[in-house]
């Protein structure tokens, strides 16, 4: 199985020592993302300079919190089967959030975002619907966007009548969240030890 946060290099045998599974693959997740969010267009790009890989930022974000919340959930929930769950990954979506990005959660609560086009209410239900499987699986609502506005610590902003997520901000937000992740696993020695066990499960 090939992991999507498996990197181009594996690093000095030093640090492979080193590290344990949870370890490496948060690096491999950080180095990825970093690696996404930092891309420019060359030189001789009509947008040369700029920056090339938005999307793919938020998308490398959105996978990684999936991931990183079904181990929170311990591999669960369960997606087949009598006990099945009615919505998997949006479960393992909203345990990240929970535990690790509330920030977030918190903001999208105070600013009262308006109901989703599906009358689902919360920014976990924004995140999760509207712009991770609206741009995973197709194309998004034409009232909604993403952008870059680094000198903005929030997570939303209003860009010419539009709700727009700010890239920035969520790319800072999930790197305080590994590091709240990080502690989780370090308060809890299951989630360290039976970290891959639960990052695969289906």
């Known amino acids: 199985m090939t992991l999507p946060w498996t990197p181009t290099s594996e690093g000095t ?28 267009h060359p030189t001789g790009h009509p947008n040369a300079g700029g920056y090339c890989t938005n999307s793919g930022t938020c998308i490398l974000v959105f996978c990684y919190i999936n991931a990183l919340g079904k181990v929170l959930l311990r591999g669960g929930p369960p997606k087949r089967g009598r ?29 009262r975002l308006p109901s989703t086009p599906r009358g689902k209410i919360g920014g976990d239900e924004w995140l999760y619907k509207v712009f ?25 902003f209003d860009h010419q009548g539009v709700l727009t997520l700010n890239i920035d901000e969520l ?9 709240k992740f990080r502690r989780l696993a370090d308060a809890d020695g299951e989630l360290r030890s039976r970290f891959m066990e639960y990052i695969v499960a289906d």
């Open 171 to 179: 790319v800072r937000g999930f790197r305080r969240g590994i590091e």
């Open 132 to 156: 991770r499987c609206g741009f995973i699986h197709g194309y998004p609502s034409e009232k909604v966007a993403w952008g870059r506005n680094p000198r903005c610590s929030n997570y939303w």
């Open 13 to 40: 045998a030093m640090t492979r020592v080193r590290e344990d599974a949870l370890e490496r693959s948060l690096r491999w997740m950080t180095e990825n993302l970093n690696g996404a969010y930092t891309a420019r």
């Open 83 to 111: 006990s099945k769950h009615p919505r998997p990954d949006f479960a393992r979506f909203q345990e990240f959030l929970r535990l690790c990005m509330s920030d977030f959660l918190v903001e999208s609560t105070a600013i």
